[in-house]
């Protein structure tokens, strides 16, 4: 190799190098990341609902061993506890050496994604189909959702109050579902409209069967029919949807993407990919410094409200049970407390390069990507992280050799989006998104790299390990 010149050098001490981060990894990091992602594929292909998730996490945690938080008990530092909010979002706690008094740690992910929920009264026949309405949850292109396999997951509250979990379609042998698109033969019209309005909303019902009930006479015998099947096998009747949460998603597993087998496309990346990594992080932190939090949050997909969502107050009030057991106020411990609110974030796209700030966008493989910022035009709906916790957080990753870069969300008035930081900045709480770039955001196929996501949990593990310095004792 030729000399360095003046140039490199300087270069080498002043700029930033940008991309091709893998390749500061050795081998062995590389190796590590592909390990950590064995079982994160499993845990996509078992939560693609937030009631799932919260379902086999706390399977996770029971064994790590994490216990249902009871507010009268005295936890000491290394306890571990979970709580579980109306199965649809968790907490996770490791009460530290020096518990909530210099504030906690938190890592805020959230584990609903985009899908197709049932309508309250779903069920129908036309021309001699039978079909469920939907109404959509959360930022989709509806026509990615025509044509492909889906299955078919939630639970049913009965008349009588008993209740059923509903899983199908992910089991090969399983049926599943689709919605149907137009051949294209017969799309000139809809080949002319707009993609917003070539396949809308209510265009989004699901064929579920066909075969009428026996050879009688009479209207409606396919539904009738598939009412029968449901009620054999679930013991449920048409009014039982009113009471039920039953959503649509994609029936495909998690694979393997690329002849090196680099990347995982899947349902539901986002946001289980920093889910995932942040339970990893809760579980394997030892006894840390300061208590640590998990949150996996529901809702985020549609604005974060309800009590399920980060919008709520279940953080808030579980901050205040874990200060009340130090003696403390809330809004004390959350005055000092930090957060990585852990998100996912555009991946730079060379098939559509015009949306994208090249010099502010994150790249797939270049690690964890630390967003400052979300939100939209002139910086509206985010909470824009301060230089003194973005320069804290940058610390933190240099200092661990954690492979991390900078990104925004596409460019200026490109667009834009929201995550649960911004709920957890007004309790006055310092908070910085930091997550997986992903590809194909919010589509049925999402793709991230193995790389990225192992960053994710080396990010959160050595955030939630940090060693707090001696003025803060
Ligand atoms: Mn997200
Ligand atoms: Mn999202």
Redesign the pocket.
């Known amino acids: 190799m030729s000399k360095k010149t003046e140039a490199d050098l300087l270069k080498e001490k002043l700029l930033m190098t940008r991309k091709h981060g893998v390749q500061r990894l050795d081998e062995d990091k590389v190796k590590e990341a592909d390990e950590f992602c064995e079982p994160y594929k499993k845990f996509l292909n078992k939560g693609k609902t937030e009631r799932e998730v919260v379902n086999y996490t706390i399977k996770m945690v029971k064994k790590a061993g994490f216990t249902e938080f009871d507010v009268t008990k005295k936890y000491k530092p290394g306890d571990k506890v979970y709580v579980n909010n109306r199965n649809k979002a968790l907490l996770l706690a490791v009460i530290g050496k020096n518990r909530s008094k210099n504030g906690v740690r938190i890592a805020a992910a959230h584990i609903d994604s985009?899908r197709l929920d049932l309508k309250p009264v779903p069920l129908y026949e036309a021309n001699e189909l039978g079909l469920f309405k939907t109404h959509y949850y959360?930022?989709i292109k509806k026509y990615q959702w025509t044509a492909i396999p889906l299955s078919l997951h939630g639970k049913v509250i009965r008349k009588d109050g008993t209740s059923v979990e509903v899983n199908v379609g992910e089991d090969p042998s399983d049926p599943c579902f689709c919605v149907t698109d137009l051949l294209p033969h017969l799309a000139s019209e809809q080949m002319g409209k707009t993609m917003v309005k070539g396949f809308t909303g209510e265009d989004l019902n699901i064929l579920i069967g066909s075969r009428p009930f026996r050879q009688d006479k009479g209207s409606e015998l396919v539904k009738l029919n598939l009412m029968r099947i449901l009620n054999e096998k679930y013991n449920i009747m048409e009014g039982d949807f009113l009471s039920a949460e039953l959503s649509m998603v994609p029936a495909f597993s998690a694979r393997d993407i690329g002849f090196d087998r680099s990347l995982i496309g899947a349902y539901g990346h986002?946001?289980r990919v920093c889910a995932y990594p942040a339970i990893m992080a809760a579980m394997n932190c030892k006894t840390p410094e300061s208590t640590v939090v998990t949150v996996l949050a529901d809702k985020?997909?549609v604005g974060s409200d309800g009590n399920t969502g980060m919008n709520s107050s279940f953080l808030r009030y579980f901050i205040a049970d874990l200060a009340m057991q130090d003696g403390l106020e809330a809004r004390h411990v959350l005055s000092k407390s930090k957060c990585l609110s852990a998100d996912?974030n555009a991946a730079f796209d060379p098939t559509y390069p015009t949306v994208y700030e090249v010099n502010n966008s994150c790249y797939v493989n270049n690690g964890v990507v630390i967003t400052k910022y979300t939100g939209h035009g002139g910086k509206y709906d985010t909470s824009d992280a301060s230089a003194e916790f973005m320069g804290e957080i940058r610390r933190l990753m240099e200092e661990n050799e954690i492979l991390w870069q900078s990104g925004e969300l596409g460019k200026v008035d490109g667009g834009g989006?929201g995550t649960v930081a911004k709920f957890i900045a007004n309790l006055n709480v310092d908070v910085v998104d930091l997550g997986v770039p992903v590809l194909s955001?919010?589509a049925p196929f999402e793709v991230v790299s193995k790389i990225d996501v192992y960053m994710a949990y080396r990010a959160f593990l050595e955030f939630f390990c940090v060693k707090e310095k001696k003025k803060e004792d």
């Open positions: 985009p959360g930022g986002d946001d985020e997909e996912v989006g955001m919010h």
